[in-house]
C-alpha cells in the first residue's frame, strides 16, 4: 500500500502540473497571433515576451510577476544540476569519489557557453534542440516497458535495490543501448524538421517517432534475451 501511495504521489505531482501546464500554453500559442501586443512581444523576446505582454496590464504587480517567473529559471537548473551530478556519480563508481559539487560547477560552465551562444536565436535553438529530444521518450518507454512486462512478467520483485552499486549483478546495459543506437539509425532518415529532412521523412513526413518505436519493439527482445545469456543474470 505505502509503494502505491508513494507512486501515486509522485506521478501525480509530476503529471498534473505538467499536463495543466502544457494545457495553459497551447491556449496562449493559439491566441498569440490574434492580439497585437502579444504578437509583438513574441517577435521581440519568443516566450518571454508573451509573458510579459500578458502581466502588462497589471501594472507594479505584472512587472513583479515577471521578474518572479525570470528568477524561477535558476531554481530549474538547480534541480538540473542535482540530477546531473547525481547520475555521473551512480553510473560510475569511481566517479562518487569526486565532490558532486565539482560536478555542478563543470556542468555550469557548459551550460553558460552553450547558453550564450544560443542566445542569439533561443527560439530556433530550442526547437531544433526539442526535435532531437523529442524522438527520445517513445524508445525509451519501449524499452522499460518491455523490460518489465516481458523479462520481470510485471513481477517488481525481481529488482533488488540493494545491487544498485554492484555492477557485477546489475543489467550490462549494452541491450537497451544498441536498441537505442538502432533505431535512431531509422529514425534519422524518417525525420521531417526544421533543420533537417530525411530522404524517408520527406515523402512520408515526420514519422521518426513511430519508427523508434516500431524498431525497438523488434530489437530489444533479441538483444536483452542475448545480453542475459551472455551474463547470466538479469
Not at 3 to 13: D, E, I, T
Not at 133 to 150: A, R
Request: glycine share 12%.
Amino acid at each position: 500500500m505505502e509503494r502505491k501511495r508513494m507512486f501515486w504521489y509522485v506521478y501525480g505531482g509530476l503529471a498534473i502540473p505538467t499536463i495543466l501546464l502544457q494545457i495553459l500554453g497551447a491556449a496562449i500559442g493559439a491566441v498569440v497571433p490574434n492580439v497585437d501586443s502579444w504578437n509583438d512581444g513574441y517577435k521581440k523576446f519568443s516566450a518571454g515576451g508573451v509573458l510579459e505582454a500578458m502581466l502588462k496590464p497589471a501594472g507594479g504587480f505584472g512587472k513583479f510577476v515577471a521578474v518572479l517567473l525570470a528568477f524561477s529559471l535558476i531554481g530549474n537548473i538547480g534541480a538540473s544540476m542535482y540530477s546531473i551530478s547525481l547520475n555521473l556519480q551512480a553510473t560510475m563508481t569511481y566517479a562518487a569519489r569526486v565532490p558532486r559539487g565539482i560536478y555542478s560547477v563543470i556542468t555550469t560552465v557548459i551550460l553558460i557557453a552553450v547558453g550564450i551562444k544560443t542566445a542569439e536565436s533561443f527560439f530556433a535553438a530550442l526547437e531544433n534542440f526539442l526535435g532531437i529530444v523529442s524522438y527520445w521518450p517513445g524508445v525509451f518507454g519501449v524499452i522499460i516497458i518491455i523490460e518489465h512486462l516481458y523479462f520481470r512478467k510485471g513481477d517488481a520483485s525481481t529488482y533488488d535495490p540493494d545491487i544498485w552499486r554492484n555492477s557485477h549483478k546489475l543489467p550490462v546495459g549494452l541491450a537497451a543501448l544498441g536498441t537505442a543506437i538502432l533505431a535512431f539509425g531509422m529514425i534519422i532518415p524518417c525525420m521531417n524538421t526544421l533543420w533537417f529532412v530525411g530522404p524517408i521523412g520527406k515523402i512520408t513526413g515526420d514519422i521518426g517517432f513511430e519508427v523508434g518505436i516500431a524498431i525497438a519493439c523488434i530489437v530489444y527482445i533479441p538483444l536483452r534475451t542475448l545480453e542475459i545469456r551472455i551474463s547470466g543474470h538479469l
